[in-house]
């Protein structure tokens, strides 16, 4: 059905509403304005984007708010989306956290559960129970890591390669929710270091001609989150 409204009337409202720090109603009026503008208007469609990432944002929804900025930078070549992204974006394409340790944390978080979920063949967990249970045998795996310092000298894309090879037990996982009980040891392997192979370098501009690097791009980490965005 097409869509009636102006893509200027609900931005505009938006607008407003982010002004006055009432960022959900804001994303209301930006998700309209997305609806309503049309497709073969990149520059437009690329500023609502932008904006709605700050609403995100502000609603505590960082990697929502990441892949509203990355769709508005491959929209629209303009420098101050890379500003935007050099400011909130971290090395592995996430929301920048406090500090350079907690991004390694949940670039490796993020990476272990999406190898969970591909084992399960599930998009998000089905019990409270199993994400405590996922996290806690990831936190352990991670401390094992951390205290190893093999992590100290290398860069954010060294660091990629070991995050994707370290192996969590997680089908140990079975006998814990049945039983109850918490397997001892948590199984990880980092032995094989640093080396990758170079198909798509991370540093390389992505394949997608945005300008950015392909680590911060189309090769970042994505959160489960982004693959259902529903406003309430």
């Not at 890591?145 to 996982?173: C, H, W, Y």
Request: charged share 25%.
């Amino acid at each position: 059905m097409k869509c009636k409204t102006p893509w200027y009337g609900p931005f505009k409202r938006g607008l407003r509403f982010l002004s006055c720090h009432n960022p959900k109603k804001a994303l209301m009026e930006f998700e309209k304005a997305v609806r309503c503008c049309p497709v073969n208007d990149p520059k437009n469609l690329g500023k609502i984007l932008y904006y709605m990432g700050f609403a995100l944002e502000r609603l505590g929804q960082g990697p929502l708010a990441v892949k509203s900025w990355i769709n508005a930078r491959r929209l629209v070549k303009e420098k101050v989306y890379v500003k935007l992204i050099i400011r909130w974006v971290n090395s592995y394409g996430m929301k920048r956290q406090p500090t350079a340790l907690a991004d390694d944390y949940l670039a490796f978080r993020l990476i272990q559960v999406k190898k969970y979920m591909d084992y399960r063949r599930i998009s998000h967990f089905v019990s409270l129970p199993e994400q405590d249970m996922v996290y806690t045998l990831i936190d352990d795996a991670w401390k094992l890591l951390n205290r190893s310092g093999i992590l100290m000298p290398l860069t954010a894309e060294q660091k990629l390669v070991i995050f994707k090879r370290a192996q969590v037990d997680f089908p140990l996982l079975r006998p814990v929710l049945q039983c109850g009980f918490v397997p001892e040891p948590v199984a990880v392997d980092f032995s094989q270091g640093p080396a990758y192979a170079k198909k798509i370098l991370p540093q390389s501009n992505c394949p997608c001609h945005s300008g950015l690097n392909y680590q911060v791009c189309c090769g970042r980490i994505q959160s489960p989150l982004e693959t259902v965005f529903v406003s309430e």
